[in-house]
């Protein structure tokens, strides 16, 4: 509940001498915080329930003169590095100490993003400036932010192919979590590496789920023998003789 729909349940409150339980579940406090609201509208009226912050700026907030050098010390100076190297460069260089959630921030008031942006932050970035290209009625305004768009899609490009066969190098993780390199030679064989050792690989002719160079021999499981309890077993004895009571008519016959 904010500020002014306090005043006004309490000023009901005293005007027509209500109930203060009803006040105190409206707002959502005590009975003894009600009748702290009551003295201070008696006391001091509308004004009493103005926060005191309000107005004031909290104690780390940066100048806008700082938050604008920021910005074009970006755009101009340090525009390809991301956003933790850039913190680090304004305290070495430009003695600004300033965290990187804060640039990020001052950044990205202005649609300028790290060029290790995520796609789901490009995604949003590009949403918020075809809104903002579809509202406008200046030409000028929406060429700038087609420009932008551009750039956002320019921002990530990717890395050119090898350009002769047998340089390119492949990274692969096994289940266990071990790191390899894979190696593609110039006559097509195959090299893995994995920590300082380097084994070559053979295309197997159908897929099989484990390798007897590389993974361990899986013991195979014992079956259990079935115990057979000896003559003389209570179990035994009893199951005897249970079927000796069902065979008492084959002895009347004999």
């Given at each position: 509940?904010?500020?002014?729909?306090?005043?006004?349940?309490?000023?009901?409150?005293?005007?027509?001498?209500?109930?203060?339980?009803?006040?105190?579940?409206?707002?959502?406090?005590?009975?003894r915080?009600?009748?702290?609201?009551?003295?201070?509208?008696?006391?001091?009226?509308k004004?009493?329930?103005i926060?005191?912050?309000?107005?004031?700026?909290?104690?780390?907030?940066?100048?806008?003169?700082?938050?604008?050098?920021?910005?074009?010390?970006?755009r101009?100076?340090?525009?390809?590095?991301?956003?933790?190297?850039?913190?680090?460069?304004?305290?070495?260089?430009?003695?600004?100490?300033?965290s990187?959630s804060?640039i990020?921030?001052?950044?990205?008031?202005?649609?300028?993003?790290?060029?290790?942006?995520?796609?789901?932050?490009?995604?949003?970035?590009?949403?918020?400036?075809?809104?903002?290209?579809?509202?406008?009625?200046?030409?000028?305004?929406?060429?700038?932010?087609?420009?932008?768009?551009?750039d956002?899609e320019?921002?990530?490009?990717?890395?050119?192919?090898?350009?002769?066969?047998?340089e390119?190098?492949?990274?692969?993780?096994?289940?266990?979590?071990?790191?390899?390199m894979?190696?593609?030679?110039?006559?097509?064989?195959?090299?893995?590496?994995?920590?300082?050792?380097?084994?070559?690989?053979?295309?197997?002719?159908e897929?099989?789920?484990?390798?007897?160079?590389?993974?361990?021999?899986?013991?195979?499981?014992?079956?259990?023998?079935?115990?057979?309890?000896?003559?003389?077993?209570?179990?035994?004895?009893?199951?005897?003789?249970?079927?000796?009571?069902?065979?008492?008519?084959?002895?009347?016959?004999a």
């Amino acid at each position: 509940m904010d500020e002014n729909q306090k005043y006004e349940v309490i000023k009901k409150l005293v005007d027509t001498n209500g109930n203060k339980k009803t006040a105190a579940l409206k707002i959502g406090c005590s009975d003894r915080h009600i009748n702290r609201l009551i003295k201070g509208y008696q006391e001091q009226g509308k004004s009493f329930f103005i926060h005191g912050n309000r107005g004031r700026q909290p104690a780390i907030t940066l100048p806008t003169d700082t938050k604008q050098l920021i910005l074009d010390l970006y755009r101009t100076k340090y525009s390809d590095c991301n956003l933790t190297h850039y913190s680090e460069l304004l305290k070495e260089r430009e003695h600004i100490s300033v965290s990187v959630s804060a640039i990020t921030s001052i950044l990205r008031k202005e649609y300028i993003l790290s060029p290790k942006a995520n796609r789901s932050s490009k995604k949003a970035v590009k949403k918020a400036l075809k809104a903002i290209q579809s509202r406008t009625k200046s030409k000028k305004k929406a060429a700038i932010i087609q420009s932008s768009i551009m750039d956002l899609e320019d921002s990530h490009p990717r890395h050119p192919r090898c350009t002769y066969f047998g340089e390119m190098l492949q990274m692969d993780a096994s289940l266990q979590g071990t790191t390899a390199m894979v190696i593609r030679s110039f006559n097509g064989e195959l090299f893995s590496c994995i920590g300082e050792q380097v084994y070559a690989l053979e295309l197997l002719p159908e897929h099989k789920p484990s390798s007897k160079a590389f993974d361990l021999a899986t013991i195979p499981a014992v079956p259990k023998k079935k115990y057979i309890p000896p003559m003389n077993h209570p179990w035994r004895q009893a199951s005897f003789e249970k079927y000796a009571k069902g065979q008492r008519h084959r002895k009347e016959i004999a």
